[in-house]
């Protein structure tokens, strides 16, 4: 039953006009038929009749031309409009607190205001952090219904959510991922509504250079603050996974994504030794 369930969330995303005649066929064996019936109405909407009969003559009126992309892209943009992503301060959670210098202290060895920043910065991620990876446990399967689908509405849709406060980044990372090199204009455009990390990724990723100036000055202002992996707890670490999978990743991780270099942030756990990163990713940019 669960590999089933999978399969039927999966083929949505893959789904053409030829695979329907099969799921009708499928209505009549028990178990599969009722995978298949939901199937069925949700790529169409049609309100039919879980029948062989019924769907057979929908098929032969002109379901054979029905379109599939067109209803589940208007079906997306309905649902996205009413699941908002609350999106949150990704610079506050990548970075260490201010005033704290260094990331490799142990808690229990640190001052009584330095334990104090760093339970006030656990709250906010159990708070705000945790909420926006909920909202994303109801939208990415809205969304990654139709990104395999090669057609064109597709990245005009993906188009109109770049400059989404929540759903922006993911946006944007799709689009690039499309290799959707029309796009480069609405990404920049996002970018100056919206200045994330996301969206910087993406640009760079379809060869604008000028993301990685952008990346650049992100890190400068943090030039002295090593990053928040080594004071997550267990809560926040189990976010990062699909933080990463919804294009929100440090500027750091993404400049060195895109140029395929490794700076050694990521090992920098006092200020001295994140400026000594930060300073060799801009001299690579320099030079």
Same mark, same amino acid.
Not at 56 to 71: M, N, P, R, T
Not at 81 to 96: G, I, K, N
Not at 199 to 225: F, P
């Given at each position: 039953?669960?590999?089933?369930?999978?399969?039927?969330?999966?083929?949505?995303?893959?789904?053409? +006009?030829?695979?329907?005649?099969? $799921?009708?066929?499928?209505?009549?064996? *028990? /178990?599969?038929?009722?995978? %298949?019936?939901? #199937? &069925?109405?949700?790529?169409?909407?049609?309100?039919?009749?879980?029948?062989?009969?019924?769907?057979?003559?929908?098929?032969?009126?002109?379901?054979?031309?029905?379109?599939?992309?067109?209803?589940?892209?208007?079906?997306?943009?309905?649902?996205?409009?009413?699941?908002?992503?609350?999106?949150?301060?990704?610079?506050?959670?990548?970075?260490?607190?201010?005033?704290?210098?260094?990331?490799?202290?142990?808690?229990?060895?640190?001052?009584?205001?330095?334990?104090?920043?760093?339970?006030?910065?656990?709250?906010?991620?159990?708070?705000?952090?945790?909420?926006?990876?909920?909202?994303?446990?109801?939208?990415?399967?809205?969304?990654?219904?139709?990104?395999?689908?090669?057609? +064109?509405?597709?990245?005009?849709? $993906?188009?109109?959510?770049?400059?989404? *406060? /929540?759903?922006?980044?993911? %946006?944007?990372? #799709? &689009?690039?991922?499309?290799?959707?090199?029309?796009?480069?204009?609405?990404?920049?455009?996002?970018?100056?509504?919206?200045?994330?990390?996301?969206?910087?990724?993406?640009?760079?990723?379809?060869?604008?250079?000028?993301?990685?100036?952008?990346?650049?000055?992100?890190?400068?202002?943090?030039?002295?603050?090593?990053?928040?992996?080594?004071?997550?707890?267990?809560?926040?670490?189990?976010?990062?996974?699909?933080?990463?999978?919804?294009?929100?990743?440090?500027?750091?991780?993404?400049?060195?994504?895109?140029?395929?270099?490794?700076?050694?942030?990521?090992?920098?756990?006092?200020?001295?030794?994140?400026?000594?990163?930060?300073?060799?990713?801009?001299?690579?940019?320099?030079?």
């Amino acid at each position: 039953p669960d590999l089933r369930d999978k399969a039927r969330k999966k083929i949505i995303g893959f789904i053409q +006009p030829a695979h329907l005649p099969a $799921l009708i066929d499928l209505l009549k064996i *028990p /178990g599969p038929n009722v995978l %298949a019936y939901e #199937v &069925l109405q949700e790529v169409t909407g049609q309100p039919i009749d879980p029948s062989v009969k019924a769907w057979q003559a929908w098929w032969a009126k002109g379901g054979s031309k029905f379109d599939i992309v067109g209803h589940l892209v208007s079906d997306t943009r309905s649902q996205l409009a009413s699941h908002t992503v609350h999106p949150f301060d990704q610079e506050r959670f990548w970075y260490l607190p201010e005033g704290i210098s260094d990331a490799q202290t142990p808690y229990g060895e640190r001052t009584a205001a330095d334990q104090t920043k760093i339970s006030d910065w656990s709250t906010w991620v159990n708070s705000d952090v945790k909420r926006y990876v909920q909202d994303w446990g109801v939208n990415k399967p809205i969304l990654d219904r139709i990104i395999h689908q090669p057609d +064109p509405r597709v990245n005009r849709l $993906l188009e109109s959510c770049a400059s989404d *406060p /929540g759903i922006g980044d993911y %946006a944007s990372v #799709v &689009l690039a991922w499309r290799a959707s090199g029309a796009s480069l204009d609405k990404l920049q455009a996002a970018y100056m509504t919206s200045p994330t990390v996301g969206r910087a990724l993406a640009r760079g990723s379809l060869g604008d250079k000028t993301a990685l100036v952008d990346l650049l000055r992100i890190m400068e202002r943090h030039r002295t603050q090593p990053l928040t992996y080594k004071i997550m707890d267990d809560d926040a670490r189990s976010m990062l996974s699909t933080l990463q999978t919804v294009g929100v990743i440090s500027a750091e991780q993404a400049y060195e994504l895109l140029c395929h270099t490794n700076f050694e942030f990521d090992a920098a756990i006092t200020a001295k030794e994140k400026k000594k990163a930060f300073k060799k990713a801009k001299a690579w940019l320099q030079d």
